[in-house]
Nanobody, 128 residues
Framework: QVQLVESGGGLVQAGGSLRLSCAVS????????MGWFRQAPGKEREFVAA????????YYGNSVNGRFTISRDNVKNTVHLQMNSLKPEDTAVYYC?????????????????????WGQGTQVTVSS
């Protein structure tokens, strides 16, 4: 079973940056599609970003487009989320997700249901 472990969360001032990482077990990581979602208190889980296996096409939520960058390292089985120009409204628990099974085309990457493995989450807090 694929396991995902997030790291890199913490407290940062508005305008600052953080880099989240997600270490993934699994023999065929390069074929997995990876995503990041976030959930703020009292709100639904929200799509942040995704990256496909091959080609490594990226997708972003409207609220983070231009500020966040998702990337992957297929040698280290890791996916990263570089977060710049952070805002207080970015405060949330950030979850790493993977789609490891099934087809990888024609998928709604913005939907939680498209992913079959999840990490435990890492807290990001942005102070004003």
């Amino acid at each position: 079973q694929v396991q995902l472990v997030e790291s890199g969360g913490g407290l940062v001032q508005a305008g600052g940056s953080l880099r989240l990482s997600c270490a993934v077990s699994g023999r065929t990581f390069s074929s997995y599609a990876m995503g990041w979602f976030r959930q703020a208190p009292g709100k639904e889980r929200e799509f942040v970003a995704a990256i496909r296996g091959s080609p490594s096409i990226t997708y972003y939520g409207n609220s983070v487009n231009g500020r966040f960058t998702i990337s992957r390292d297929n040698v280290k089985n890791t996916v990263h989320l570089q977060m710049n120009s952070l805002k207080p409204e970015d405060t949330a628990v950030y979850y790493c997700a993977a789609r490891t099974l099934g087809r990888m085309s024609g998928i709604n990457w913005y939907s939680q249901g498209s992913y079959d493995a999840w990490g435990q989450g890492t807290q990001v807090t942005v102070s004003s």
